[in-house]
């Protein structure tokens, strides 16, 4: 995608509808990454609207353009983090909510098949986030390790871990793997 660093770039210098090019290209991206790691697409659509007000305020000053996609997928990221983080701690003062938001879980995934969305819910956030980034977002190996804060070598092990987890628990299902 070549175009987003001058789509960036014509979004910095204040072009509204350059803002909107930007938001078409990029929101179904950012949306399924939430949806994939929150479960709910009611609390996606929340959690990405936040993520592009972050986007919003931080544009003027993203330095390198051309690496627009990662840094947004870092926003998206935090957001998620935050959001799982207050969840937690509220968590802690009702057993109740901790019962609701595991629940919530058995609903994400982002693939085509019931089997596999079924299968990529069960799997622990770490190896969920990299399958989401790598497999479903497209983002090269690189990006994810700049997504994640962590290393390549990290994301090459994930990945492996997360695909064999995957597997796993597809064929314990009774599905092809």
């Not at 926003?75 to 207050?86: E, G, K, P, S």
């Not at 079924?118 to 989401?132: H, K, M, S």
Request: with cysteine; aromatic share 6%; charged share 25%.
């Amino acid at each position: 995608m070549g175009n987003d660093g001058l789509l960036v770039v014509r979004c910095q210098l204040g072009e509204r509808e350059a803002f909107r090019e930007l938001v078409a290209m990029w929101h179904p991206p950012l949306w399924r990454y939430v949806r994939g790691m929150v479960g709910s697409p009611h609390l996606a659509d929340d959690l990405a609207q936040e993520a592009w007000g972050a986007v919003v305020r931080g544009l003027p000053r993203l330095r390198q353009p051309e690496r627009f996609a990662p840094w947004l997928f870092t926003i998206a990221r935090r957001t998620v983090t935050d959001h799982l983080r207050q969840t937690y701690k509220a968590a802690e003062t009702a057993m109740e909510e901790a019962t609701t938001v595991v629940a919530d879980d058995e609903l994400s995934g982002v693939l085509t098949t019931m089997q596999i969305e079924a299968g990529l819910a069960a799997l622990p956030l770490l190896e969920r986030e990299v399958l989401i980034l790598f497999h479903l977002e497209d983002l090269p190996l690189a990006s994810c390790a700049e997504v994640l804060g962590v290393p390549a070598g990290t994301v090459k092990s994930r990945l492996y871990r997360a695909r064999r987890m995957l597997r796993d628990h597809l064929a314990e299902k009774g599905y092809e793997a």
